[in-house]
């Protein structure tokens, strides 16, 4: 919104600064930081007025969180919601598709976990939407997003995968690129809401991804970057480095709050929102299989539960203690700290080995 001031630009004033990306990703970033610490405190208090017990605690899950996290209250997701939309279209170009694409997938996925814990706070269980509304929902969702991302693709790399590493190297989906693009998606949302168990677990390797794809949105927006490197240009995704920003600053004055022991849980209505956009941001830059990689912990998580449920049907054992894999962890013995912390070190490694990718061809 702020970029219309750059037409009472002369090319060497203060509103000439509002061109610049980085500039504006600075701004959202400030933005986004300065709403969760202003409102954030009342929001929690208010999401507490509502839920006089909190989120409700699975009864499966380990013991200690019976007592340790009972009454905590959740819906913090609305907090970073906010505060992303609001710097996001505050210092975004309006006419940039690939931003409201992003946002139509965050927005949507985050309605689909309001929903969800509405349900669960309102029957006081674990029990919200079901597996199938929550699947469906968010195929519906994540499909029109990938279409319409791929309205915007350059003709050369529409409907098209590119492989990271091999140079040039692009394989063409046709249609089938659409339900490619939805499952991604929809895997990413769903990946890091597993992933939220823990406090603080879920958030900063979300801020670590995002920060990543953020850069090669600026990479593969620009021609002279993807000539340099190699890789393939996408023109308008270097407006992304905006929403990331202002994710990043939602997700930090967030974790404020989310620190061990956390005053405030995100939810499905924060944890779904923030995988399906990065699922988002991976479609619109075209490096859906980075994803896979940036998002690692999210992927691993993910993976266990799958393994789990499908390793007990066959044979009657688990393979781990307990599904997903930090419950494990928890199971042997590590403290909830430890545990959260030596995630995060190993995100921010697999966020380096992603941008290595740009330049290893």
């Avoid at 929903?115 to 968010?138: E, P, T, W, Y």
């Avoid at 940036?294 to 599904?323: C, P």
């Amino acid at each position: 919104m702020l970029y219309w001031l750059t037409e009472f630009s002369d090319g060497g004033d203060f509103f000439n600064l509002f061109r610049y990306i980085t500039f504006r990703s600075g701004g959202a970033f400030f933005t986004a930081l300065v709403f969760c610490f202003v409102f954030g405190g009342p929001m929690i208090r208010l999401l507490g007025r509502y839920q006089a017990n909190g989120q409700p605690i699975r009864e499966d899950g380990p013991e200690h969180h019976l007592v340790a996290k009972k009454g905590t209250p959740t819906m913090g997701g609305l907090m970073i919601l906010a505060a992303l939309i609001l710097s996001t279209l505050l210092w975004m170009r309006l006419d940039n598709p690939f931003l409201w694409v992003t946002l139509f997938a965050t927005v949507g996925f985050g309605l689909v976990g309001f929903a969800d814990d509405f349900l669960k706070i309102k029957s006081d269980s674990s029990n919200g939407l079901s597996g199938r509304q929550r699947f469906v929902i968010g195929c519906a969702i994540a499909g029109i997003a990938g279409y319409w991302a791929s309205l915007h693709h350059p003709d050369v790399l529409r409907n098209m995968l590119a492989l990271p590493v091999l140079k040039d190297t692009l394989v063409n989906l046709g249609i089938m690129f659409i339900p490619f693009a939805a499952l991604v998606i929809v895997g990413s949302a769903n990946a890091v809401n597993l992933t939220d168990g823990l406090d603080g677990l879920a958030i900063m390797p979300v801020m670590i991804a995002a920060g990543t794809l953020g850069v090669i949105a600026y990479a593969v927006g620009r021609i002279d970057f993807t000539e340099y490197l190699d890789v393939h240009y996408v023109p308008g995704t270097g407006e992304i480095l905006v929403f990331s920003a202002g994710l990043i600053g939602g997700g930090l004055g967030f974790l404020w709050y989310n620190a061990p022991p956390a005053a405030v849980f995100m939810g499905d209505t924060g944890a779904l929102a923030l995988g399906g956009a990065l699922g988002a941001i991976a479609v619109v830059t075209k490096h859906e299989l980075v994803l896979a990689i940036v998002g690692g912990v999210f992927v691993a998580e993910t993976l266990s539960v799958i393994l789990q449920v499908v390793y007990f049907k066959r044979t009657g054992k688990r393979i781990l203690r307990m599904a997903p894999l930090h419950h494990h962890f928890e199971k042997l013995g590590w403290a909830e700290p430890q545990i959260v912390i030596r995630f995060w070190i190993i995100a921010l490694i697999l966020a380096l080995i992603g941008l290595a990718t740009l330049k290893v061809r």
